[in-house]
């Protein structure tokens, strides 16, 4: 059973950057073909998908973010990462790493569904 | 991007009874022979989990009260005999295209 946590800084600084890392445990992040991705949810609000990267290395992002978020692997240590630049208050939210797992016969190569989830880490953009 | 529509906002429900929530997209979710539309339940405190794939089948593990219908545009999760364990924020989810979006949620409270 896979299993993820999130790590990183609670608060930030306006107009700085965003660094959030995502430990991977019981397994490897090389190998399968998994779409490692984060996702945030402000306070009291609902979902908002940042972004993935396949295990290729392919990235995609949502373009509401687009210019500023970058995900990247880092296989030696078994984690994926996100940054996130020049952000404001409206970045304030609990950041979520999952892992998107792609099943076979449904129609399409890129459908995936997220089956594993850190806890969460709340990040507040704030001076 | 694919806007994704929830009702009710919130659903209390008395134990025992059924539970039906909707979820509509601004587009179609239909292709290749799939809708592409999953459902995940958060619980008060915890990180979303896949309830239901591709529209209506259930994720592993999942209780057979819950089942997913729909097509197209339109999609219903229904629960049924609710328990207490049952209580959360339920979304859904298009996966049809990036940006993946989901529904602004559905609040189940015990009445």
């Known amino acids: 059973q896979v299993q993820l946590q999130e790590s990183g800084p609670g608060l930030v600084k306006p107009s700085q950057t965003l660094s959030l890392s995502c430990s991977v445990s019981?397994?490897?992040?090389?190998?399968?073909?998994?779409?490692w991705s984060w996702i945030r949810q402000p306070a009291g609000k609902g979902l908002e998908w940042i972004g993935r990267?396949?295990?290729?290395?392919?990235?995609k992002y949502n373009p509401s973010l687009k210019s500023r978020v970058t995900i990247s692997l880092d296989t030696s240590k078994n984690q994926f990462s996100l940054r996130l630049d020049s952000v404001t208050a409206a970045d304030t939210a609990v950041y979520y790493c999952?892992?998107?797992?792609?099943?076979?016969?449904?129609?399409?190569?890129?459908?995936?569904?997220?089956?594993?989830w850190g806890q969460g880490t709340l990040v507040t953009v704030s001076s | 991007d694919i806007v994704m529509t929830q009702s009710p906002l919130s659903l209390p429900v008395t134990p025992g009874e059924s539970a039906s929530i909707s979820c509509r997209s601004s587009?179609?979710?239909?292709?290749?022979?799939?809708?592409?539309l999953d459902w995940y339940l958060q619980r008060p405190g915890q990180s979303p989990q896949l309830l239901i794939f591709v529209g209506s089948n259930r994720a592993s593990g999942v209780p057979d009260r819950f089942s997913g219908s729909g097509s197209g545009t339109d999609f219903t999760l229904k629960i049924s005999r609710v328990e207490a364990e049952d209580v959360g924020v339920y979304y859904c989810m298009q996966a049809l295209e990036a940006p993946l979006t989901f529904g602004g949620g559905t609040k189940v409270e015990i009445k």
């Open positions: 587009r179609s979710l239909y292709y290749n022979g799939f809708n592409y």
């Open positions: 019981g397994g490897s992040i090389s190998s399968g073909n998994y779409y």
């Open positions: 999952a892992r998107g797992y792609p099943p076979h016969g449904y129609g399409s190569e890129t459908y995936y569904w997220f089956d594993s």
């Open positions: 990267m396949y295990t290729s290395g392919i990235t």
